[in-house]
């Protein structure tokens, strides 16, 4: 049996795009209140914006996993500990890519950083440089 390497689409890479640009869109907005009304609401609508395509793409996602799960009845064949045929070794391995996957912690660390940094900036600007 020939093994292939486990590949992120090009689509995962283009949507954990839209989210970490949502992600940095919706913090920065505090920071660019002094820049006029405008900045404000074009990062609040980018980020929204972004946000709504983000999740829209993983609750796609887990919806077909779901239903994969349902259809290939994974979960009764290892309780039961019935023999897994071909097709639902290649389901484990296409499940078990997702999860090796490095997108979700990359876009974790957007988060967190840019949540922290923003935060002191916020601070700092709100009541420090007064």
Known sequence: ?????????????????????ATISIRVINLVLSFGPFWPKFFWYLGVAGFFLYFLYKFRQDKVLRRELEKYQIHNKISNTQVLDSQDREFLRTMLCRLRSNKDAINYFFIFSSSAIVMVLALYQDFIRR
């Open 1 to 21: 049996m020939a093994r292939t390497r486990c590949r992120d689409t090009a689509v995962s890479w283009l949507f954990l795009f839209i989210g970490i640009m």
